[in-house]
């Protein structure tokens, strides 16, 4: 499977994350060819924070995964740069390649993650390769969508935000 093959994957999740109301945050986890979890972000459906689309991929990629080896890289595709504490989950789970779409400036964690430093105690815990802007315009235009879609709140003017955003200067 190819990183945009995977990152439409993403894409197509954020579109039913939408469709059911919530933000056009969506993740795919992809492993031997095969995407073995999916999530969208479920902030307003959970009324809680720590619901991200990528965090709830990986949590179910994991319980599919457990401990046993794995026979290839473990690949996640996100619509929006992911958060240090979803950096972090990707660090901890041995995520091989995180493709995202779309930077988010206030929380994105690629710039954390490119800069971590190696310790031999721990070798297996390292960043990810990171690919930034893996089609940016379409997740633009989702968050621009979804903006107009309502009543404005804080989800709607930062989705605003992200829509009209372009590159920013953190991307690794």
Same mark, same amino acid.
């Given at each position: 499977?190819?990183?945009?093959?995977?990152?439409?994957?993403?894409?197509?999740?954020?579109?039913?994350?939408?469709?059911?109301?919530?933000?056009?945050?969506?993740?795919?986890?992809?492993? !031997?060819?095969?995407?073995?979890?999916?999530?969208?972000?479920?902030?307003?459906?959970?009324?809680? *924070?720590?619901?991200?689309?990528?965090?709830?991929?990986?949590?179910?990629?994991?319980?599919?995964?457990?401990?046993?080896?794995?026979?290839?890289?473990?690949?996640?595709?996100?619509?929006?740069?992911?958060?240090?504490?979803?950096?972090?989950?990707?660090?901890?789970?041995?995520?091989?390649?995180?493709?995202?779409?779309?930077?988010?400036?206030?929380?994105?964690?690629?710039?954390?993650?490119?800069?971590?430093?190696?310790?031999?105690?721990?070798?297996?815990? *390292?960043?990810?390769?990171?690919?930034?802007?893996? *089609?940016?315009?379409?997740?633009? !235009?989702?968050?621009?969508?979804?903006?107009?879609?309502?009543?404005?709140?804080?989800?709607?003017?930062?989705?605003?935000?992200?829509?009209?955003?372009? *590159?920013?200067?953190?991307?690794?």
């Amino acid at each position: 499977m190819t990183p945009d093959e995977l990152m439409q994957a993403a894409l197509e999740t954020a579109e039913q994350g939408m469709t059911n109301g919530e933000l056009p945050i969506g993740a795919a986890v992809e492993l !031997d060819g095969d995407i073995i979890a999916r999530a969208w972000t479920r902030d307003n459906s959970l009324n809680r *924070r720590l619901v991200h689309a990528d965090l709830l991929a990986m949590t179910a990629a994991d319980e599919t995964l457990g401990w046993k080896p794995r026979p290839a890289p473990l690949r996640l595709a996100v619509t929006l740069e992911p958060c240090l504490m979803c950096m972090g989950a990707a660090m901890a789970l041995k995520v091989t390649d995180v493709y995202y779409a779309l930077e988010s400036p206030a929380d994105g964690g690629a710039r954390v993650a490119a800069t971590w430093p190696y310790d031999p105690a721990l070798p297996w815990y *390292r960043p990810p390769a990171i690919t930034a802007g893996l *089609r940016r315009a379409e997740a633009q !235009d989702k968050f621009r969508r979804y903006a107009e879609a309502g009543p404005d709140n804080a989800f709607r003017r930062w989705s605003r935000h992200l829509a009209t955003t372009g *590159r920013t200067e953190h991307t690794p």
